[in-house]
């Protein structure tokens, strides 16, 4: 059974928020200080992350009077779903990248605009109209888990953000998410890092229409950059924290490489990049596995295309790729 609290030297909890996708739960972080405390990505809204805050709050003193602020790594529902409930119930500000909060409203805001996006990239990447369907009732079903929207106030990438009684350095990682903020503390070589680096797991990297053209190679690029931060001890938003930050971030470069290889030798005949993420990721995967699976699967083409690796072409408003 998993202990969903633990402690983590003298001022930080990691908590085990509950999700109802096989990941099964991502990690919140609350961080004491001499006068509060703040909140790391809080976990999806659901009723059992509710139950699981409200106990943690009354189990290990951290009064919800006390929350001065929830920061938010990145914009993903499973990180941002809960900061609502806070905010409603304490007025504190939730701080996330400015591109984040222009991600959110995408998704989320008025009119969902970035919903009608994504399936007309799916539809022109392969996937079927009773698919499509079935995608467009996924996402609608997000909303409940990121609801009530809070207001969002804009991380400065220029300046520390006071963690606890600690100033971490923001550090943009774009690739899984973009907008992606890292909390660095320097001095004693310690990382907050979302789900840019991962033990164990590998974490999604999707093409988002209108926010990062080639993802693929944002992700890349900013891994080479951090494996070379002195780095001791990493929180990351999933799995528990672990000490080989840079090892763990070129061997991602390196399950990159070879997944990228494995689609060239799948591309000898065109395909669509929803024939080649059946190819690749199988078909028994759940509607919400498949969307991000076919969102990564183009993300890897446009870096393929773009390194001049395989082809692009057009038939009937339907992209086909070969090498």
């Known amino acids: 059974m998993i202990k969903p609290v633990r402690t983590i030297g003298d001022a930080m909890l990691q908590v085990k928020v509950p999700l109802p996708f096989p990941l099964r739960w991502v990690n919140g972080y609350a961080v004491r200080s001499r006068t509060g405390w703040t909140l790391i990505d809080p976990g999806l809204h659901t009723p059992e992350a509710e139950e699981l805050w409200t106990r943690t709050m009354d189990e290990w003193d951290l009064p919800l009077g006390a929350l001065e602020q929830i920061v938010l790594t990145h914009h993903h529902p499973d990180h941002y779903g809960m900061s609502g409930w806070f905010q409603e119930r304490t007025g504190v500000p939730v701080r996330i990248s400015a591109l984040g909060a222009e991600q959110i409203r995408a998704l989320w805001g008025e009119g969902e605009p970035m919903s009608a996006r994504l399936l007309e990239l799916f539809r022109r990447h392969g996937m079927d109209e009773a698919t499509l369907a079935g995608m467009a009732d996924h996402m609608a079903g997000f909303i409940p888990q990121v609801s009530p929207q809070p207001k969002l106030t804009a991380i400065e990438l220029d300046r520390p953000v006071r963690i606890g009684d600690r100033d971490y350095r923001p550090i943009v990682a774009p690739g899984h998410a973009a907008g992606q903020l890292l909390f660095y503390d320097e001095e004693r070589r310690e990382i907050l890092c979302g789900d840019h ?92 596995q498949l969307r991000f699976a076919l969102s990564e699967t183009i993300a890897h083409l446009v870096y393929l295309r773009e390194q001049g690796r395989v082809r692009e072409a057009e038939r009937d408003g339907i992209f086909h790729y070969s090498v």
């Open 197 to 288: 680096v991962l033990p164990g797991i590998t974490p999604n990297v999707g093409l988002l229409p209108g926010f990062d053209d080639n993802p693929l190679r944002s992700y890349i690029e900013s891994l080479e950059q951090v494996s070379r931060l002195q780095v001791e001890m990493a929180y990351p938003g999933h799995r528990d924290p672990f000490a080989s930050f840079g090892d763990r971030a070129l061997e991602i470069v390196r399950h990159h490489e070879e997944r990228l290889g494995a689609m060239e030798a799948k591309l000898r005949e065109p395909m669509t990049s929803y024939a080649l993420c059946r190819a690749i990721f199988g078909d028994r995967l759940s509607i919400h």
